[in-house]
């Protein structure tokens, strides 16, 4: 469960909040968006995301600006003129912020959303956990379903149990020009920009994609890397591999396929039952 947000970073003197980024996101990508920022009171207030430059009828250099958590703001939905104004709200330095998911399924098959990475990924492990329980099926080995959400801010799945020896993390599947990836398939990945991933439990996914009819392809990662591979670099002696979604747009606002997502638990099903 990837973690793709905002913090507070500091309040300007005329009550806009500045943030740093929590994981990759594009803040070209956010500009407009609805955001939600909580308080360690529990306390949740709505705002928007705005360049500083945010007219083309005020300033010159609105469209050029650099995008990024410099030149960002959050424009808060309340009545506030002033950083005092902010801060008397309870809202504080390294709030978490959340931004506005905009979740939408089309007739025609695609799932559109922020934070598909890896939010699909998690639903294809509950529905394989809900067909298991209801086919009364049990994985071949010990097998444990892991939600980690520290993988995009980079220490991941970097705690695994010592009786774990094979580590399969479920991410998305990039969309690129030296990419067979698409929002209809299932991406395999070789390697990422870490480390190979473990040719024979690779190879035995391709296998098991294959004898399950299962729409894949298999690729290398340049800017990616997964659960499996933190926990590699953190030491632990496991096999590593990961598959997932085809995701279009990825840390935007993000498109895949029900058909992927009911692929990915296929393959995660074959995975868990095979010896």
């Known amino acids: 469960?990837?973690?793709?947000?905002?913090?507070?970073?500091?309040?300007?003197?005329?009550?806009?909040?500045?943030?740093?980024n929590l994981g990759g996101v594009n803040f070209h990508n956010i500009e407009g968006e609805n955001v939600y920022i909580h308080t360690r009171s529990g306390k949740t207030y709505e705002g928007m995301v705005i360049c500083k430059s945010h007219s083309?009828?005020?300033?010159?250099?609105?469209?050029?600006?650099?995008r990024d958590m410099f030149n960002e703001a959050i424009l808060l939905d309340e009545d506030v003129s002033c950083a005092k104004d902010v801060y008397d709200l309870g809202i504080e330095h390294g709030d978490l912020i959340s931004v506005e998911p905009r979740f939408k399924r089309t007739k025609s098959g695609f799932v559109k959303s922020r934070h598909i990475d890896d939010k699909a990924m998690v639903a294809a492990a509950i529905e394989v956990l809900r067909q298991l329980k209801e086919e009364n099926l049990t994985p071949f080995y010990n097998t444990l379903f892991a939600f980690p959400i520290f993988e995009e801010i980079g220490h991941g799945g970097a705690y695994v149990p010592s009786e774990v020896s094979e580590y399969v993390a479920l991410d998305i599947g990039l969309i690129g020009p030296d990419n067979h990836g698409s929002e209809k398939k299932v991406s395999i990945g070789a390697s990422d920009n870490y480390s190979p991933y473990d040719w024979?439990?690779?190879?035995?996914?391709?296998?098991?994609?294959?004898?399950?009819?299962?729409?894949?392809?298999?690729?290398t990662y340049y800017r990616f890397g997964s659960d499996a591979t933190a926990a590699i670099r953190a030491g632990n002696n496991v096999t590593p591999a990961v598959f997932g979604v085809g995701c279009m747009n990825?840390?935007?606002?993000?498109?895949t396929s029900v058909q992927a997502i009911a692929d990915c638990v296929k393959l995660t099903k074959a995975y868990v039952l095979s010896e």
């Open 1 to 20: 469960m990837d973690t793709i947000g905002l913090q507070v970073r500091h309040v300007m003197e005329n009550g806009w909040i500045e943030v740093k």
């Open 56 to 66: 083309t009828h005020v300033f010159d250099d609105a469209r050029s600006r650099e």
């Open 200 to 219: 024979e439990l690779t190879t035995k996914l391709i296998n098991l994609a294959k004898e399950n009819n299962v729409h894949y392809c298999v690729d």
């Open 250 to 255: 990825s840390h935007g606002y993000e498109r």
